[in-house]
């Protein structure tokens, strides 16, 4: 395996995932920069590589196993491994609607997003598993929100604002997913927690929110570089812990 740390990065093209990626390649570790349409690929390589980062492209959508495995097989080929693996890549609605409530969703734009957010996650993570078990130091991150919370949701007198209910419920069963993962993985080398970016103007939220991408970008950045004596198991915002 190359001596720089080997990561993947899901949903890198933009928003928060570039920024990722532009933030762990300025560390001078070696990008994979996971995206599903080729032309948004190939420019953030290019923009990454013109950064000064090793950036190479993965081409990825987690909602195709045939994708997947390719990426796999790609990543195996071409950096000999994986270090850390930022699941990122999620969606928040089919058309945009911010508005869906749960008595009104369509049963269809429910499935279309736990299957980005969720199922998309694990299908990853588990064909890269095999490379993250090979690693010295290796560290999976789970972009989730803190509007996944169940405790934040219920608690008296916190606001969580307008979310769409499918959305809002993918983090809950990520948060879910992620926690069955440490546990399996508990007597492995390898950290896995959750991270919060904040409300970030990207693309996703119609670029409201008075987070920039950057900023939303260093939570996903401290936990895939955390020290092997490190936090797993946990949820993690700019902040410190998120609640469950
Ligand atoms: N922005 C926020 O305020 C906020 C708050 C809490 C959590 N988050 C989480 O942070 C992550 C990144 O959000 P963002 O704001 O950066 O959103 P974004 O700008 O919309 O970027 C989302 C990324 O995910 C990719 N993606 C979507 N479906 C995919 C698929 N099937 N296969 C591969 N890639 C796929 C998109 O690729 P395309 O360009 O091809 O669509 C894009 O690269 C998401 O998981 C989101 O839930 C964001």
Known sequence: MSEKTIVLVTGANKGIGYEIAAGLGGLG??????ARDRGRRDMAVEKLRAEGVDAFGVPLDVTDDGSV????ELI??????LDVLVNNAGINGVTGDRSQTPSTVDPATVRIIVETNVIGVVRVTNAML???????????VNMSSSVGSLTLQTTPGVDMGPVPAAYLASKTFLNAVTIQYVKELKDTN?????????????EFTGFSGDRTPQQGAAIAIHLATLPDDGPTGGFFNDSGTVPW
């Open 76 to 81: 195996a080929d071409h950096a000999g491994g």
């Open 69 to 72: 495995v390719a990426a796999a």
């Open 29 to 34: 570790w070696r990008v994979g920069v996971g």
């Open 130 to 140: 095999p490379m993250l078990r090979a690693s010295a130091s290796p560290r999976i």
């Open 190 to 202: 390898i950290l896995i927690n959750s991270a919060c970016p904040g409300l970030t103007a990207t």
